[in-house]
């Protein structure tokens, strides 16, 4: 599992007076960056080889300006060239969202995707759910 | 169908040169404004009275900056409290991006779900696709 | 004048009910395109050939979502090679914000500032406030 | 001096390669969170006084997604409804951005601002640059 805490910024609260749902999206990007540096170390902006296929975020609780969430990633897929993560986002114990996103590897010269490596693979299943 | 037209904005690009994904959910909140007005036609921010349950978004085709952007929007399914849309993103003839929601009528009195009316089931079947 | 009507987008506004402070920036942004398209017509990103120095906002009065803004960009000052443009935003007959900003002419390759041409003077006149 | 240290978000970036300048107002408006915890400790968004009258960001060097940023806030004027702080974004030992903002205790109910309290001004002393 990988995980990161983040403190939700007052921007990102709408006037429902809770968290945007559109906020998860960045939040799960933000949480990709170790997947990122499996793919691309140094996350060279130049070399990038990954492009997002699809998102899916379940929303389970309303979100909460004035306490911290933390950001849980796991692999659950490994392709040939795309994989599968589980996202989840915590808030005071609860699970508050959730949602998977497929990941491509792929070359942005070509515009085609490409074979995950081994060493590529290794990594990534340090992180298997 | 629902249908707007958006220009795309020098801040939703990205570093690889094309439209960030966690761009496509707040379009897609901006293309629900209609459906928001079937449940409140005065879009009074006091009397809200939808939540959403799910988002998912299926990337097709990478997302330019300088051409305009027409989201669609179709009611899919009714059900009694919730409904589920389908919402695509379409740039020069091409579909480069589409995904379902769900979304829940809710008391936020209460924090419950509540019925649609038939007032509203009959405004949403208008956009049924 | 330049000007552009936008919608605010419910993502736009916080939990205080009203637009968030820090969409200005972004509608100021999306309002300097025909400054932007002076520089580059295309707006082609690789030819990218101004950057921002400074945005000052002041802000007047309480945005709300459900009325669209006007965005009227004045022409202030136009330097050897910079420039200073005015901002404006007005909802509902009212200038509820407003600031200057100073955007220079950039070689993004030497990263070095350059003249703005004859040409390029002759069309920001137009907008000159 | 408040600072807090912020990791640029790759949904951050802009086309041009580097962090867009709208998202500095957003980092800044995090790091006021020190300050909204002086006037309301427990940052209850019901009670919200606090509003922003006016930002000012000066644009020194381009900013890089991959390296943390930090935030540093100074107060550097206490008046009697309304306060001044000096913020500046530092990445990789340089100072890349800067800018003063105005922050006026404010009555949401009566829509009017009121007066300091000598314990919020004593707490405000600390962070005088």
New interface residues.
């Given amino acids: 599992m990988l995980t990161i805490s983040l ?1 939700p ?3 990102e ?6 968290i ?3 906020v998860v ?2 939040w799960f ?2 949480a990709r ?1 170790p997947v ?1 540096e499996i793919f691309n170390p ?5 070399k ?1 080889n990954l ?9 389970v609780a309303q979100m909460s ?2 306490a911290n969430v933390e950001i849980r990633t796991f692999v659950k897929r490994i392709g040939n060239s795309s994989l599968t993560l589980l996202q989840e986002v915590w808030q005071q114990d609860q699970k508050v969202a959730f949602g998977e996103c497929v990941l491509v590897k792929f070359d ?1 010269g070509t515009n085609q995707s490409c074979a995950i490596s081994e060493s590529e693979q290794h990594s990534l299943k340090k992180h298997i759910k």
Same sequence: chains 1, 2, 3, 4.
């Fill in positions: 403190q910024r007052f921007s609260t709408d006037a429902l007076g809770h945007n749902n559109t999206p960045v990007e933000t960056v990122f140094t996350q060279n902006l130049t990038w492009i997002l296929a699809k998102i899916e975020v379940n929303y300006y004035n942005y």
